[in-house]
């Protein structure tokens, strides 16, 4: 089988350009994760790179299928110059290796926490997974193998997570479109829950 992770890269270069930076993180017994940093005007965004080496497998399987399942990568998108946000790096490999480490597929809805602060001062430890094809759009890969999906992450403060636990992140979508919920402000407050 290729290695897919050449072809992940140019398609986040063909969506969101060269990227300014780079950093990469092996943790005991699994494979290297790296962040690469594209900058956009005053929108700065954190691109996984390594998730999708390998197949999403679902805990409760006997034997991973080496080949087919699903594969994602993560992207995570902020306002520039507002908070320390490079710092954000490391909670984002961890995130992405946690399907390696945990057994977790990462989906669409899912909540996903890293149990500290994603950069220095920021009052979000978790994010909601979105939709994928947006910003970056999947990439095919040949059969039998399944496409890469690049899915976005949105920080929610320990309150919004608690909601979404209860209500679902629909609900919790919704209360930020109606609110006018700015997800790119790396130092916003949690949304009116009531």
């Not at 710092?87 to 961890?94: D, E, I, S, T, Y």
Request: glycine share 8%; charged share 25%; aromatic share 4%.
């Amino acid at each position: 089988m290729a290695n897919v992770l050449p072809l992940v890269e140019a398609r986040l270069r063909t969506a969101l350009g060269e990227p300014d930076g780079r950093a990469a993180v092996t943790f005991l017994g699994t494979d290297r994760i790296e962040v690469l940093r594209f900058q956009e005007g005053e929108i700065v965004r954190y691109a996984t790179l390594g998730m999708s080496a390998h197949p999403m497998t679902d805990p409760t399987t006997v034997v991973a299928d080496p080949v087919k399942g699903p594969r994602a990568e993560l992207v995570l998108s902020v306002r520039a110059g507002l908070a320390d946000t490079d710092k954000a790096l490391r909670p984002l490999a961890v995130l992405a290796a946690s399907p390696q480490v945990e057994g977790l597929v990462v989906a669409p809805g899912a909540s996903l926490d890293v149990g500290e602060p994603l950069w220095p001062g920021a009052p979000f430890t978790s994010v909601l997974v979105a939709e994928p094809g947006g910003l970056v759009e999947d990439l095919e890969l040949d059969e039998p193998l399944d496409p890469v999906r690049f899915l976005p992450l949105l920080p929610m403060t320990p309150n919004e997570a608690a909601w979404k636990r209860v209500h679902g992140a629909q609900a919790l979508q919704e209360r930020w479109l109606n609110q006018g919920t700015d997800l790119r402000d790396p130092s916003r407050k949690s949304v009116p829950l009531e």
